[in-house]
């Protein structure tokens, strides 16, 4: 079956370490979205990629970094300048907004 | 991205229609009106979505007002599983899709 996978599902980073969460599609999917939740709040978006070998930052960049090599994949780096990187991130893909969005089922990463 | 106006909460009993509304005064004639849920812990799951015509499908139904100024979902018959929070968003030409504080809904046996 087509979707997204997040991996690892738990992550736990010590203060000051870089980690990397992985989001793969077999969608075919064009776009490709990066989200962090905080507890009881919605979705603000990270980074998005609309095809491959380019990508803008959303509406909380900082502290984050993207690439999108492969149009199946788009990884988030999560650097030692992210202040507060404990949450709950979320990939998404599209092929565009005439159809639903796919979204992975998440990586919780914690700051130890 | 133009914004959208959910109530914080709803409640339900299990098996009658719930009517989850948003108001999006301010939306341009090419965003699309799309509906997601999401469950405790989990990502969000596509509902429905439409452009100015009404939508069905095997999840809900979307009433799109005529001067699209707002829409309302429709979940016919109400489930346990259908609790969750609800999001109605706008995408525009961008392709983003920027999350609001949604709608959490209770359903009750």
């Given amino acids: 079956d087509g979707g997204i996978t997040q991996s690892p599902k738990y992550l736990f980073r010590k203060e000051g370490q870089n980690v990397t969460l992985s989001c793969e599609q077999n969608l075919n999917h064009d776009a490709m979205y990066w989200y962090r939740q905080d507890p009881g709040q919605g979705l603000r978006l990270i980074y998005y990629s609309q095809i491959v070998n380019d990508f803008q930052k959303g509406d909380i960049a900082e502290g984050y970094s993207v690439s999108r090599e492969k149009k199946e994949s788009f990884p988030l780096t999560v650097t030692s300048a992210q202040k507060n990187p404990t949450a709950f991130y979320l990939c998404a893909s599209s092929v565009h907004r005439e159809s639903g969005y796919t979204f992975g089922s998440g990586t919780r990463l914690t700051v130890v | ?109």
């Fill in chain 2, 1 to 109: 991205d133009a914004k959208t106006t959910q109530p914080n909460s709803m409640e339900s009993n299990e098996e009658e229609p719930v009517h989850l509304p948003c108001n999006h005064s301010t939306i341009s004639g090419t965003d699309y009106i799309h509906w997601y849920r999401q469950l405790p812990s989990q990502g969000p799951e596509y509902v429905i979505h439409g452009l100015t015509s009404n939508v069905n499908n095997r999840m809900a139904s979307l009433a799109i007002a005529e001067d699209r100024k707002s829409s309302t979902l429709i979940l016919h018959r109400a489930t346990l599983r259908d609790a969750a929070v609800y999001y109605c968003i706008l995408i525009a030409y961008t392709d983003k899709l920027i999350f609001g504080t949604g709608t959490r809904l209770q359903v009750f046996p």
